[in-house]
């Protein structure tokens, strides 16, 4: 039985048409126009345990409502939700002693005190055992080096280490899910990189069921091998990330370096290439040519940009998770 079973779940919300200014203001106060927006459209997926599934897609696609209906926030319009065997809305409290939340930048941890009373705090909380809660501790020592951070004030912490407590707490009572909304957020490269680590170690091995929403596509590549991708409320794919890089296949990333400034240029060739998407990374100073090899021949690109540029470096690659997504937002799959 999957740990996590959605069977057509639509979510709907009632808004009110609001009108502009002052004398709008106080006429809405009176008004019962509203309208139905439908933020969550007729989703099914099932998630077995021990999965780590990339929940994707642009903001205001539907990924919060879903994830709130997840955790017993939201009761959805129509549909069957069952999380662990439970109905979360209707089993809030034996839902939340089952999962673990991770909201990104939004500390669940307390402010004043340092790390290990809030450990001890959220211990008794979820009523966990000694030996659980050392062992978990033992656990945590031998994953990240924790112990300069216990008897941190968690407002004198930085970021990154906040994000990695934030973690360490979610995990803490050895929840069955633990759900990541934007965990790296506004992180350095090397704790980006440790946090990854961290969870990927966890969910090894404590077999903890993990629901990722990020917009950033190396988490993706780190940890995900299942991604669901849905956009204003409509599931758009559910499978894993080869499978859908295969649907762009005939895709090719063509990097050049080039003389001139370079945002002049990275217009100049999208304007030689209008078909094509056309990018620059200013701080390694690439342009980078998607290539539909469909189209046009990347080798056919590359002899004319040599025409009309003065090519100094370039690089081929297959496309990135993260043009792959751009493109399925854009275009969806066809």
């Given amino acids: ?18 009108r502009e200014g002052l004398k709008g203001s106080l006429k809405d106060m009176f008004s019962r126009n509203y309208k139905t927006v439908r933020a969550v459209d007729n989703i099914s997926m099932s998630i077995e345990q021990g999965e780590i ?18 955790t017993g926030v939201l009761e959805p319009t129509s549909g069957e939700i069952l999380v662990n065997g439970c109905v979360p809305y209707k089993n809030r409290t034996r839902n939340a002693q089952n999962i673990g939340v991770v909201f990104g930048q939004r500390s669940q941890l307390w402010w004043a005190l340092p790390l290990i ?3 001890k705090l959220l211990k008794d909380i979820y009523q966990i055992s000694d030996s659980d809660y050392e062992s978990m501790m033992s656990l945590y020592q031998s994953l990240v080096d924790i112990e300069p951070l216990l008897h941190k004030p968690v407002r004198q912490m930085s970021l990154g280490q906040r994000t990695l407590s934030d973690i360490l707490a979610a995990f803490l009572h050895d929840p069955k899910i633990v759900f990541l909304d934007e965990p790296t957020i506004g992180l350095d490269v090397s704790m980006k990189a440790k946090i990854r680590t961290l969870i990927h170690a966890l969910n090894k091995e404590k077999k903890t069921t993990v629901i990722l929403t990020t917009h950033d596509m190396g988490d993706v590549d780190a940890l995900c091998r299942r991604i669901v991708i849905i956009d204003h409320g409509k599931m758009l794919y559910d499978n894993d990330i080869e499978h859908l890089k295969s649907f762009f296949g005939s895709y090719r990333t063509l990097k050049i370096r080039v003389d001139g400034e370079l945002e002049k240029q990275t217009q100049a060739i999208q304007n030689q290439f ?24 990347v080798l056919d690109v590359l002899s004319q940009l040599q025409k009309t540029h003065r090519v100094k470096d370039m690089q ?19």
């Fill in 274 to 297: 209008p078909d094509f998407s056309v990018s620059a990374d200013e701080e390694e100073e690439w342009i980078s040519v998607l290539v539909d090899e469909e189209k046009q021949k």
């Fill in 1 to 18: 039985m999957a740990i996590i079973d959605i069977k057509n779940v639509t979510k709907e919300f009632k808004v009110l048409n609001r």
């Fill in 316 to 334: 081929l690659e297959e496309i990135s998770t993260e043009e792959v997504i751009k493109k399925i937002y854009e275009e969806g799959v066809q």
């Fill in 117 to 119: 009373e809030s450990f």
């Fill in 53 to 70: 599934v990339g929940y994707l897609g642009p903001n205001g696609a539907g990924k919060s409502t879903t994830i709130k209906m997840m």
